[in-house]
């Protein structure tokens, strides 16, 4: 899990494929986060992404850092304790004027049954489950 951290978090921007319908929908994204041993992202609950989350939880990220690029699937389960929204945005402190933890806009949701491939032009996929 924390290589896959550190991938995303050295992308700086990675892009979160989610489904609306049938119609595949990608946005940048820059949330991660570790917190209590599971992998977070974070989002807005007035936004498009959160009602696509709750209707399929089934998502992709995918970025590139050093020529490699990563490709993650993982099911995102919204987690509503405050203490993650508070280690969250104690992360990205740049989100706090837009974001508080507890103001029921904020949501947070930690990756399960994640498969992760770290790939490049050069060398064999990586693949990392956890």
């Not at 489904?19 to 977070?40: A, C, H, M, S, W």
């Not at 993650?72 to 933890?101: F, G, R």
């Amino acid at each position: 899990m924390n290589e896959v951290y550190e991938f995303l978090k050295k992308c700086g921007v990675y892009y979160l494929a989610t489904t609306e319908g049938n119609q595949p929908r990608v946005r940048p994204f820059g949330t991660i986060d570790i917190y209590e041993g599971k992998l977070y992202i974070q989002t807005g609950k007035s936004k498009n992404v959160a009602n696509q989350l709750k209707a399929n939880p089934n998502i992709e990220l995918s970025g590139m850092a050093d020529n490699n690029w990563i490709r993650v699937t993982a099911k995102a389960v919204l987690d509503d304790n405050v203490a993650a929204q508070e280690h969250m945005l104690a992360s990205y402190p740049e989100l706090q004027a837009q974001y508080q933890p507890g103001d029921g806009n904020t949501e947070v949701y930690y990756l399960e049954n994640v498969t992760a491939q770290i790939c490049s032009f050069t060398e064999p996929p990586k693949t990392i489950t956890f």
